[in-house]
């Protein structure tokens, strides 16, 4: 017959009651006439159907018999215990069920006739090995541990899921070994001890139906809706967020459990003690809603529409427990907040804080549809689960202060991945120490024998062009005012207007001259202080009173001046770095493929950048100079890129800036140090603090015996020492003009002495923006030495 949802089994399954029935037998024997009488009529009454005591293979013949069985199973299944008692007849680890106590018969009712009734996570697999070990243990005598908790999950009338507990009692089956079933030796059961996952092996020694089980079982449940509930939240609260949005079981239908509430809902809110506000926690689907806040991401915890009850969870640290919304919300103080929760067809509603150690955490609402649902006294169930939520919240605080920490540090002091390993490495000796809480002096982080590389592609002029913009806002704006008052010069104060003329025309007159440090905050002051206090208190025509208002509506909200030129250049600026330092930035991506590299950049009135390479940084990969000459074309290569998309965005800009690039070359090994006091790197020792001062002076270097610039718009400067060096550019310069990315023409010249450094020389050459199509920037040194031979 088919009595269960596998069809695999050990066992050929007969349902018999012939260890009833013989215990019925003896009880027939006795001198207890009452007890004897008994046992004699229901033997008689089944001696017609032999199969009560043989087996019955057909499910068909129970229903048939249905009273009978009923009544032969009256000592176990007694009449005064039938609603309370969920018990039935089963078949173990089956889902074949029969002569149901009363109150199982309710449940199953309640449920409807679609559902199906399964054990929880049960498996084919594991029926078939936890039928084998059932052999096992009654018929060899072995004593494992098998009785894992299963589980029904059933639901009730109004939808509410219900857990039950399930308990077999096998004290009426019979384990009987058919003809074919193989001899378990004890080498066998040593085998399938250590081998619970092969199901292969458990059905080689167990094959298909080769044992027979006969008899019956009896099947109890046991209620253990709020202890289950409180198991899968307990288990959903501790799984990983992606694994949350994932699960089958919802926080909703988990406090329906608990509360046995078919339309109870659930919200959250976070509380942030130093801003004083409640916020949305970004879970995701787990409890990311709230009544509350209802559609805003946070509020204030001053809102006046909660009144009291905001100090009754701040201040008092107590549930807010609302039984009948309707009710509550006619009490004057209690209107906004009682409308507030009506409009969401909220009829009664817990509000309980999160607190740990004495700070509120969060709160944790539950609100129904309907009045009385929640109140004082199931409100007793919020026990079951509030430390639970405790703990997930004060770990929610604690990752949610170590993921700002690590975008701190990520954003603002960043530690390269190039030179992380050193970092950690230490950082994990001093965990690891004996005595971490007393001082522990660091080891100090240096990279010994690392070859530098600095570029920087520059705003050229920037200093003059932003004094200019400067200049043209403050005359714009002074000259505005001038004419402003010269049409008032018919008004009653004749005289003060005619002094703030004439000092206006001064400032006016001395922006014709160089800007000085104070000017721009000393017209500002004027301004601020005497000009806008007459404005604002003179009465003006029609006319002139809309000049007035469209002066005042062009001023700055941050200055209170005009900032229209200046404007347009900080925006280019802006824009020209922003740019410039994303190319640069996804190129080094790739350049780290070449050889592990500690990299740094810099915006300035241009972007900067550092590169450090050499075998102490990454020492785990042989180190050769091709790497280096491999980062040296990169870096030119990557310069000519940044100087053609400055060349294709020049047009659109908002003010007209030119750009110049220049390469510092170095090949005299150095050392870097971690500055604990600036945290950064920065060069070590007096002999290599050369390199820092060519840096800082090169760029405004000039041509030896000239006063022009070494650097100039559309073009790349490298500077250089010695003659390799001197060399090895103009081959990556010829490879880079058969490239058609920089012109013919190759300027050499010497550097005009600089304080404290000589005997630096330069190459200039020109980007080609006249053919962008050809431009492809990807290529490597060896790429060059190929080309070449």
Known sequence: MDNTAFTNS??????????????????????V??????????????????????????????KKHEELIHNLLADL???????????????????????????????????????????RDFEEDQFYILNCILILNVFYGQNFDFNRPLFYDIPNAKGVMFHYRILYNADFVEIIPIQNAPEITPEDINLLMNNYDNINLWKEKFPRESWLLKGFGIVSLFDVTRESAVSNLKSNLLKAKSAQSQSNISFESIFKSIFKIPDLRIGFILYDEEEEKFTIPPYGDKLSHSYILSGIGEMDCKNTMYGHCLKTILEEKKNIIISDVEQFSKIPENEKLGYHLLQQDIRSCIFAPVIKDNTILGIIELVSSHPKDLNSINAINLDLF???????????????ENQIEAIIQREYTAIHSSVYWKFKREALKYFQSNSPTKDYIFKEIIFKEVYPLYGQIDIKGSSEHRNKTVKEDLKNQLNTLIDLFESQKTNESFVLLEQRIFELQSFNNELDLSLKADTEQQIQNYIETEIHPILKNTTMDVEHDIVKQ????????????????????????????????????QKQIEAQLIYPH???????????????????????????????????????QTLC??????????????????????????????????????KRFDVDGTYN??????????????????????????????????????????????YLQFKKILEPTIEQFEVEELQGVSGLRAIRVKVMNTNLTNYTPNNTYQDLLNEQN
């Open 10 to 31: 050990p066992f050929k399954t007969l349902i018999s009651f012939h260890k009833l029935i013989e215990n019925l037998e003896e009880i027939a024997k006795s001198n």
């Open 33 to 62: 006439d009452y007890r004897s009488n008994y046992a004699k009529a229901l033997l008689k009454e089944i001696e017609a159907f032999p199969e009560f005591r043989n087996g019955i293979d057909d499910l068909n013949f129970i």
């Open 77 to 119: 299944f007694p009449t005064p215990l039938t609603h309370n008692e969920i018990k039935a007849v089963s078949v173990p680890f089956q889902n074949v069920t029969f002569n149901y106590s009363e109150r199982f018969k309710k449940i199953l009712q309640n449920a409807g006739m679609t559902f199906d009734m399964e054990i």
């Open 386 to 400: 509030l430390p639970y939520l405790v703990d997930n919240l004060e770990s929610y605080k604690i990752d949610k």
């Open 550 to 585: 469209n002066y005042f509506e062009s001023l700055d909200e941050k200055t209170g001046m005009f900032y229209h030129s200046r404007k347009k250049f900080d925006n280019t600026m802006s824009i020209i770095n922003k740019k410039l330092a994303a190319i640069l930035d």
């Open 598 to 636: 500690y990299y740094e950049r810099f915006k300035t009135d241009g972007v900067e950048h550092n590169l450090y390479i050499g075998e102490s940084i990454a020492p785990t990969k042989p180190f050769d100079n091709l790497f280096l000459n491999n980062l040296r074309l990169w870096q030119l």
């Open 641 to 678: 890129e940044m100087e053609l998309e400055h060349h294709q965005l020049k047009e659109t800009l908002p003010y007209e800036l030119d750009v110049t690039s220049l390469i510092l070359v170095f090949s005299s090994p150095i050392s870097i140090r971690f500055r604990m006091d600036e």
């Open 689 to 734: 603090a050369r390199y820092e001062v060519v840096k800082k002076r090169i760029d405004k270097a000039t041509i030896k015996g000239t006063k022009e610039r070494i650097t100039q718009k559309e073009k790349i400067t490298i500077v250089y020492s010695h003659n390799s060096e001197q060399n090895e550019y103009l081959k990556y310069i010829k």
